[in-house]
């Protein structure tokens, strides 16, 4: 069974950083793309970033050049590094994987921006 777990969440300051963390289990991450979505409250879930299986990653434009994603085949973990953090990217930060046709999501991590 493939779960998912992020960490890494938390209050920040405008301008400041986090990384998340999402830990597969149950699968295997180095076959698979992998993401990280975002939902705000009373706003859909959004696609923040991606990467292929290949580790090209793609970027909503809205965190091109603030956020990177990466993963860490060895801990079997992807990351998502947010540098210069606003209060629009105040969400719950979900991980997500597609394996053989079916989505599996993690719990969610909160982050919060304000000052």
């Known amino acids: 069974q493939v779960q998912l777990v992020e960490s890494g969440g938390g209050l920040v300051q405008p301008g400041g950083s986090l990384r998340l963390s999402c830990v597969a289990s149950?699968?295997?991450?180095?076959?698979?793309?992998m993401a990280w979505y975002r939902q705000a409250p009373g706003k859909q879930r959004e696609l923040v970033a991606s990467?292929?299986?290949?580790?090209?990653?793609n970027y909503a434009d809205s965190v091109k050049g603030r956020f990177t994603i990466s993963r860490e085949y060895g801990k079997n973990t992807v990351y998502l590094q947010m540098n210069s953090l606003k209060p629009e990217d105040t969400a719950l930060y979900y991980c997500?994987?597609?394996?053989?046709?079916?989505?599996?999501w993690g719990q969610g991590t909160q982050i919060t921006v304000s000052s």
């Open positions: 997500h994987l597609v394996k053989r046709g079916l989505d599996y």
């Open positions: 990467i292929t299986s290949g580790n090209t990653p």
């Open positions: 149950g699968t295997t991450i180095f076959l698979y793309a």
